[in-house]
């Protein structure tokens, strides 16, 4: 006996899909060729690697001491263009100032408010981890670590079942050997 449906209702948003992941994209391409390529002198930066809403890359300094000497003010007063903004509307000359002239920023409460909000906004970066070093072996998995911290991607293998730390990532980055994972709980369609 086979069993199919007689009618399929077909109302997945495919275009939505569609264009949020070609967006998605196009600002990762323009965060690389508006942003990095145009702050930054190409021997103080080199990409690790990259996904539709994140990038890895390592810099000669901290990211602030790499920006062109000339491109520092242009820099600060685009900052809210690229980064969640850590001041609101009314401060953010007070921001400019500030770190043209290389002091420290302390946010007011306001600025509080107005960087918290904007961390839902789309298309704005924040740092997802910051350490001394990264191993990126294939798409979407990666092992960074540095600082007393370490942040682990492993696509499609689950990761409370599956340790890695920096030495398998490292072992296999050496040797090429692969390192086997285990998945559980698949269950049969009843
Ligand atoms: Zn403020």
Redesign the pocket.
């Known amino acids: 006996m086979q069993l199919s449906k007689s009618k399929i209702n077909l109302n997945t948003p495919i275009v939505l899909g569609f264009t949020i992941l070609q967006t998605a994209k196009l600002r990762m391409l323009s965060f690389y060729f508006d942003f990095m390529k145009y702050y930054f002198h190409d021997d103080s930066f080199a990409y690790v690697a990259m996904d539709t809403d994140s990038a890895y890359f390592a810099t000669s300094d901290t990211l602030e001491k790499c920006i062109i000497p000339t491109k520092r003010l242009e820099f600060y007063m685009n900052y809210d263009k690229w980064f969640v903004p850590p ?2 509307s ?2 953010k000359s007070d921001f400019v100032q500030c770190k043209i002239n290389d002091r420290n920023w302390n946010m ?1 409460i ?2 509080k408010d ?1 960087f918290h909000f904007h961390k839902r906004t789309p298309g704005l970066y924040k740092v997802e981890f910051q350490g001394t070093g990264i191993i990126a072996l294939n798409a979407k998995t990666y092992h960074c670590f540095g600082n007393g911290n370490s942040k682990t991607s492993c696509k499609g293998v689950m990761k409370h079942i599956n340790d890695y730390q920096k030495q398998e990532f490292m072992s296999t980055l050496l040797s090429k050997h692969p390192i086997y994972g285990v998945n559980r709980h698949y269950y049969d369609e009843k």
């Open positions: 001041f609101c009314k401060h007011d306001c600025c107005a």
